[in-house]
């Protein structure tokens, strides 16, 4: 059915819950599960003679992104280890997470991508977007939605 299903994690429950019901599918399709976590970008916040007390280097930067990276792609890993499915992680930077997991979809050969969604409906829905939406919208493969 599937070969390899990625699974975009951000940590929150709700995304713990998708890479559950992820992993759960990968064991009956005899699917590996890719793990993949989207980081906001680096954002150079200095203005004319000021700089901000909490002002950090590109290089602190990457490395507070790729520690809280490992965390949240360490939860894949630990259910993908004990249900017997093969997993690889995966993360980068970039403030448009839609693109990232598209570009994450081609680049390691997934064929379902399996997302939490929020569910939000109404104005909320228009003014905040949503990144599940932008991946419906702009990917060839089957996407997989969990609330």
Do not use: W
Not at 36 to 63: C, G, Q, R, T, W
Not at 87 to 94: E, K
Request: hydrophobic residues 45%.
């Amino acid at each position: 059915m599937f070969r390899n299903i990625l699974v975009p994690t951000d940590g929150s429950a709700l995304s713990r819950k998708a890479v559950k019901k992820a992993v759960a599918l990968a064991k009956l399709s005899g699917a590996k599960v890719t793990g993949f976590h989207v980081a906001p970008a680096y954002k150079f916040n200095v203005y004319a003679d000021y700089i901000p007390p909490d002002f950090i280097l590109p290089k602190e930067y990457e490395a507070k992104a790729k520690k809280i990276a490992a965390k949240h792609l360490e939860a894949v890993k630990k259910e993908c280890a004990a249900a017997g499915v093969s997993c690889a992680v995966y993360s980068v930077c970039s403030d448009f997470a839609a693109d990232a997991i598209i570009k994450a979809a081609k680049k390691y050969k997934c064929d379902l991508v399996a997302m939490a969604s929020h569910g939000r409906s109404g104005l909320s829905k228009l003014l905040i977007g949503s990144e599940t939406q932008k991946v419906l919208a702009g990917i060839k493969i089957p996407v997989l939605v969990l609330r």
